[in-house]
C-alpha cells in the first residue's frame, strides 16, 4: 500500500495524525476524478470541496492487499476513485462468502458497530479516499446533503441485498450468471461507461463464491451462455453481450 498525497499549500494535522491535505481549489484531484459525480462527494459545492478533501488521505491498495480486514477497529470510512473492491465475510470452517464487489464512485464502511464485519480486499489496483469516521460523521451532522447523499447510498445498497437474497434463494445456476453479467453491463451504463462488453476483474472462483456456485459450475454456466448466444467470451476478464435480450431472458429480468 502507498500513501498518495498532494503536497499541502497550508493546513493543519487531523485527528489520525495525518497531515490535512489542504491544496488550492482549483489544484484539487477532485476536480479531474471521473468517480466524484457518483460518490459521496457528489453534492459537496466546489466552494466547499476544499474543507471536504482537506479530511482525507488517498491511498493506493496493490492487487490482494486488505482495505481492512473482518474484526478490524472501524476507524475509516473510504470512497473508492478507482478499482474494483471484493467484500467477505469468513466461515468458522475456513470458507468464506464474497458479498459483493465494489467499483469507482461506491463508498465503504456504513455499517456501525465495534467493529468491521467484512473484509474489503483490492481486486486490481485500487485508490481510494479515505475519512476518519468521527471526522466524517461530524461533517454530515454540519452537512444535511451529504448525510441525504449517505442515505441514497444506504438504500440501493438495501435493494441490491434483496436482489442477492433472490438471486442465492431461488434463481438456478443459469439465472445467477446471467444477471451478474447483466448487473455489471448496467451499472457501467449508469456510470456514463460502456455496458458491453462486461470487464470482470474478478476471478471465476470469486464469482462462485459471490453467486453459491463452485468454479465448474460459474465456467461451465459461462460456456452454455455462449453456446446460447447470448455472449462470447473474448478472454476470462472480457465477456462481450451478444445478445442482450436473450441474456436477460435467461437472466428472468
Known amino acids: 500500500m502507498s500513501i498518495l498525497r498532494t503536497p499541502p499549500v497550508a493546513g493543519t494535522a487531523d485527528p489520525s495524525g495525518l497531515p490535512a491535505n489542504r491544496v488550492a481549489a482549483g489544484a484539487l484531484p477532485c476536480n479531474t476524478c471521473a468517480a466524484r459525480q457518483f460518490s459521496i462527494c457528489a453534492p459537496v459545492s466546489d466552494a466547499d470541496l476544499p474543507h471536504f478533501f482537506a479530511m482525507s488521505v488517498k491511498l493506493r491498495f496493490e492487487p490482494r492487499r486488505y482495505l481492512f480486514d473482518e474484526g478490524d477497529a472501524p476507524r475509516y470510512v473510504f470512497s473508492i476513485a478507482s478499482g474494483t473492491v471484493c467484500l467477505s465475510k469468513a466461515l468458522s470452517d475456513g470458507r468464506r462468502q ?22 474489503a480486499e483490492a481486486l486490481t489496483p485500487v485508490e481510494v479516499c479515505r475519512f476518519p469516521r468521527d471526522r466524517f460523521e461530524r461533517y454530515m451532522t454540519e452537512h444535511p446533503h451529504v448525510e441525504r447523499r449517505l442515505l441514497q447510498i444506504a438504500s440501493t445498497e438495501l435493494a441490491a441485498a434483496q436482489d442477492q437474497m433472490l438471486l442465492l434463494g431461488r434463481k438456478t445456476a443459469t439465472e445467477r450468471v446471467a444477471s451478474f453479467l447483466i448487473r455489471l453491463s448496467d451499472r457501467a451504463v449508469a456510470h456514463g461507461r460502456s455496458g458491453n462488453p462486461v470487464c470482470l476483474p474478478m476471478t471465476r472462483a470469486e464469482i462462485g463464491d459471490y453467486l453459491g456456485l463452485t468454479l465448474e459450475t460459474v465456467s461451465r454456466t459461462m460456456t452454455q451462455l455462449r453456446k446460447r448466444g447470448a455472449i462470447d467470451l473474448d478472454n476470462t476478464s472480457v465477456v462481450r453481450l451478444t445478445s442482450e435480450e436473450t441474456l436477460r431472458r435467461l437472466a428472468g429480468v
Request: glycine share 18%; proline share 0%; with cysteine.
Open 98 to 119: 464474497i458479498t459483493g464487489f465494489l467499483f469507482a464512485g461506491d463508498f465503504i464502511g456504513l455499517a456501525h458497530g465495534e467493529t468491521c464485519a467484512y473484509t
